[in-house]
């Protein structure tokens, strides 16, 4: 009797074990350069090799630093140096009162890219071409070298990519009344595919063959990561997945 007891006992304790280690998990937040272009291309590759199961949580990076804040993911994303994040909280309306307990690191770069549908002819625009598209002073794709075909520009609200195009090529406010207005950048994605005189802004990480991105002036940006003081064991074993074997997935 002793000795089944003993082997129910070292069973269950190997169960438990089991059970602990499967559920096993990290939870993150990511804006969608991140999403699209680090964590969704690692994730099975990371939980294979760690046997800890990522949970992405992805919106936009004031959402991710926010639910970060709460205590409600261990690690947040975003495609945004440090000091832009910062000043993009602010304009959001949820400025970081104390930012000074807050860690980052860069741990990738994303290129932000103008979308097309896959029929429009154009072929390039010029800072200048693009700034008048997404200001309203070009209204026809035939003024960039295209068809006649009216332009419709839309603009994903939660990009963090919208702080450096705008930075970076308009040099002033959106001022275009007419935008199409959507939440995310897959949603941009599908209108461009099903409008040809659409125009949207995205990460690298989601052109594919079924859209087309013209040559534009390169608008890079950091990836960063923000951690609430030092990163967990296991958020520093994804940054060194991210850093090292995962860069062979990575789209860059």
């Not at 741990?107 to 932000?112: N, S, T």
């Not at 026809?140 to 090529?169: A, H, Q, R």
């Amino acid at each position: 009797m002793n000795n089944i007891l003993t082997s129910i006992t070292i069973v269950t304790f190997l169960l438990t074990l089991s059970v602990n280690a499967s559920a096993e998990e990290i939870k993150v937040g990511a804006g969608q350069a991140p999403t699209v272009n680090i964590l969704k291309p690692i994730k099975e590759h990371f939980e294979n090799a760690t046997g800890i199961k990522l949970i992405i949580i992805s919106g936009s990076p004031k959402y991710a630093l926010m639910i970060l804040e709460i205590g409600h993911v261990e690690a947040a994303f975003g495609g945004l140096g440090f000091e832009d994040w910062m000043k993009y909280m602010k304009q959001e309306g949820e400025e970081i009162k104390d930012p000074s307990g807050l860690q980052h690191m860069i741990v990738g770069e994303d290129k932000i890219k103008v979308l097309i549908h896959k029929d429009n002819p154009v072929s390039k625009l010029t800072k200048d071409q693009l700034k008048g598209i997404f200001t309203g002073k070009i209204t026809n794709w035939n003024e960039v070298g295209g068809k006649d075909i009216p332009i419709t520009v839309i603009w994903t609200k939660n990009l963090g990519g919208n702080v450096i195009f705008t930075k970076k090529i308009l040099d002033i406010p959106l001022l275009r009344k007419d935008i199409s207005e959507v939440e995310d950048s897959q949603f941009a994605k599908e209108l461009v595919k099903s409008n040809i005189g659409a125009v949207a802004i995205g990460p690298l990480g989601i052109v594919d063959d079924t859209i087309r991105s013209p040559e534009t002036p390169e608008i890079k940006r950091p990836i960063t990561i923000i951690t609430k003081g030092k990163p967990s064991p296991n958020v520093q074993k994804l940054i060194n997945f991210i850093k090292g074997e995962g860069q062979k997935y990575i789209k860059q």
